[in-house]
């Protein structure tokens, strides 16, 4: 049984960059919808017990498109949750930074790539910043439902959504100045920095917290 994970913040803290509405149908429909077809295939299942990366790593291995799309959905959205933050969190720093600065040529250039990636994302999608296992960065964009760890080797450390749903209220059609809000202003670099950790093992990786919420799904 999946349940909803909660926002870190409150649901105004980000506006107007992303508004409260916008949650209201992001997080609190969108979602909670993808969570429920996903329960809806597997409760009752040998799945149900499952981590949710199992589950999408199974569905992918079957074939199974319905539940992959919704599995895959509800993983990218809380790692998506989680690498937002409030405007004002500070930049990278240490280990993160100067990987910045050596694979993606400084945090203006990465910042520039990365606008780059999900404004050329056709159709729905995600962009990923991603560390591999020797610690080099990259960004990667995936289509729909994709999480970027299915077909790479990599840790992410961000993930910006770009399916229209998730700036359309705020932004309209403007996806590369919703992109820019969030690398410049509310990715979550706390996260960025535990998930580099992880990447180059020296921490443990985000995951889905199934039991982080009691919300119903
Ligand atoms: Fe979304």
Redesign the pocket.
Known sequence: MIVSTPLNFAADALAPLISAETFAH?HGK?FAAYIKTANDLTVGTAMEALALEAIVRMAKRAANGALFNAAGQVWN?GF?WASLSPPGTARPAGALAAAIDRDLGGFAVMASAFIAAGAGQFGSGWVWLVAGGDGRLSIIATADAMPVWIDHMVTPLLVC?V?E??YYLDWHSDRRSFLTAFIESLANWSLARDQYAAAIGTGDAWQFKADAALEPA
């Open positions: 992001h969108h959205h998506f959504d399916w749903h998730a």
